[in-house]
């Protein structure tokens, strides 16, 4: 189980290590220091080169903790703190899907027409979902640890 849980770790500081700098470091000093069209510009890119590692981050934290589940018996065997585990991750996994496919695709949309107003209300509606997921990345990680001992 040292491995499957070591890639579990790995996928969870990924993402949950970059929704922290993304929203408590780069955008409070994007935000005094950068014009819309280049803060825009640089969220959009930004955006391009993070989305790929969350995918494969999912990819390894629901493939790692499905087969530790197997392992330790299947769902019906496991504590509730897995339950829990399991139905806070796969909401965040779909509040990324729906950021993603929906919110990111029209932010690239608008910025690419230098459409600021709209590529600005966009991202704004991107930072409190990822806002979101923070807090709900931080509540599974303490669930996880804790959920085990209480
Ligand atoms: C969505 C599907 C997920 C499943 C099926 C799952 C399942 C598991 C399982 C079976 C363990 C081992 C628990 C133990 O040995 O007692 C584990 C550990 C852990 N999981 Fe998940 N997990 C999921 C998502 C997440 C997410 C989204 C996070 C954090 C954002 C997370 C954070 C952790 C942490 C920090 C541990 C280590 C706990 C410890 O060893 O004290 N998991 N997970």
């Known amino acids: 189980m040292k491995i499957p849980l070591f890639l579990h770790l790995l996928g969870v500081i990924v993402w949950v290590g970059g ?35 969350v995918f494969l981050s999912v990819g390894f934290i629901l493939a790692s903790g499905l087969y530790m589940v197997m392992q330790m018996g299947g769902f019906a065997a496991v504590g509730l703190y897995i339950h829990f585990m399991f139905a806070l991750g796969l909401l965040m996994m779909l509040i990324f899907i729906y950021v993603f496919f929906s919110a990111f695709k029209k932010l690239n949309y608008h910025v690419a027409r230098e459409e600021w107003p709209s590529a600005g209300a966009t991202l704004g509606k991107i930072r409190l979902l990822i806002g979101l997921n923070l807090i709900l990345g931080v509540v599974t990680i303490t669930v996880a640890v804790l959920g085990g001992s209480v």
């Open 19 to 53: 929704m922290f700098f993304a929203y408590w470091v780069l955008r409070p000093i994007a935000a005094q220091l950068l014009e819309p069209p280049i803060r825009l510009k640089l969220w959009s890119g930004v955006f391009s080169r993070f989305f790929p590692w």
